[in-house]
């Protein structure tokens, strides 16, 4: 349960031997995490991984209107809480911290670097919503005008918007098993939501100079929905030292759930490599100032679950094989 009282959906993906890193996901616009970023969760647990997600409030299996985001900053902060919490159980003691982001969770990741800078240790950042193209940002007295009547209407479904669904996923197949995924928000954004991602998008735009972390950012060159012009701003524009960018040719923007099997393999491989890469340095610089921890620690677990499921799976389980490696991992998932 969140500070406003709304009952969040919590879950993870957690190898049975002790994880490299931990991944906190930052999942889309209207997306989830338990069944559209379930792949991603498993491909980094068998890569060794501990990956926590959350649907933001009115998102996926979490309380609220569906897809209404008041304020964008209440995500942000639901999600550091939750992912903190879960960075101070013992037995992550020292252990990296990357957060991993798609589309507006791209922004969400990089708004809770902003709001704890040394935190975290790297981002994933796919196919970023960090700033808007302009190809479709719309004119200043368009945003005056909605901004004035958004608090009379704030949830009204009454801004147009193209079909993101046909847009965003290449292969027909996953595009109709997505389409089909009753957790995703379909409908047409609300007018507050529009306008938070609108504000927020140009806030960032503003501010990619304050980006210090070491991230990562991977963009399809076909990308119609966040322009690749994007991820080229922020990597151009970033003071991160450390700092990659690798754009696919003709890919779109599902670059890890709407592509051919075979792009996506590369994708996660691309990004597997780039975590290990930093999962070893940070580990290496950790047994630098490595502290003994004795057996007296309590775990504070969050707050954010009344009870416990097991969400759908095809091996109704807690915990299988996973990939040709036969690496075992545990699936939880609570609300």
């Known amino acids: 349960m969140n500070s406003r009282g ?66 964008f900053d209440n995500i942000v902060n639901d999600c550091y809480d ?57 004119p200043q007295v368009v945003i005056n005008i909605l901004t004035k009547v958004e608090d009379v209407i704030p949830k009204w479904k009454i801004v147009p918007t193209k079909d993101v669904i046909n847009s965003a996923f290449k292969d027909p197949a996953k595009r109709e098993r997505i389409r089909r995924n009753k957790l995703i928000y379909q409908d047409k954004p609300r007018l507050k939501t529009a306008l938070e991602m609108l504000r927020t998008s140009m806030s960032l735009e503003d501010s990619l100079y304050k980006v210090k972390l070491p991230f990562f950012v991977l963009h399809g060159e076909a990308d119609i929905v966040t322009d690749p012009e994007v991820s080229r701003a922020l990597y151009e524009r970033a003071s991160s030292k450390d700092k990659t960018i690798k754009l696919y040719p003709g890919m779109w923007h599902g670059l890890t759930s709407g592509e051919p099997d075979d792009n996506i393999d590369k994708v996660f491989e691309d990004i597997i490599i780039w975590l290990d890469k930093h999962a070893t340095n940070v580990a290496y610089d950790s047994l630098q100032s490595i502290e003994a921890f004795g057996n007296d620690g309590i775990e504070n677990l969050t707050k954010v679950a009344s009870k416990e499921k097991i969400a759908p799976q095809k091996q109704r389980r807690r915990s299988y094989l996973c990939g040709l490696r036969g690496r075992r991992l545990l699936y939880h998932s609570e609300i």
């Open 82 to 138: 939750y992912y903190k919490s879960i960075s101070e159980i013992p037995e992550y003691k020292g252990k990296a911290k990357f957060l991993y982001g798609e589309s507006m969770g791209g922004a969400v990741a990089l708004l809770l670097h902003r709001k704890d800078p040394s935190f975290w240790d790297g981002a994933v950042l796919v196919a970023p919503m960090c700033k808007i193209s302009e190809k479709v940002k719309p």
């Open 6 to 71: 709304v009952q969040l959906f919590t879950c993870k993906w957690v190898p049975l031997s002790s994880p490299k890193a931990l991944v906190f996901l930052c999942h889309g616009y209207g997306m989830e995490c338990s069944s559209f970023m379930r792949e991603c969760g498993v491909r980094l647990a068998c890569a060794n991984y501990a990956v926590y997600g959350i649907d933001y409030e009115g998102h996926g299996q979490s309380e609220g209107p569906r897809c209404y985001i008041k304020k």
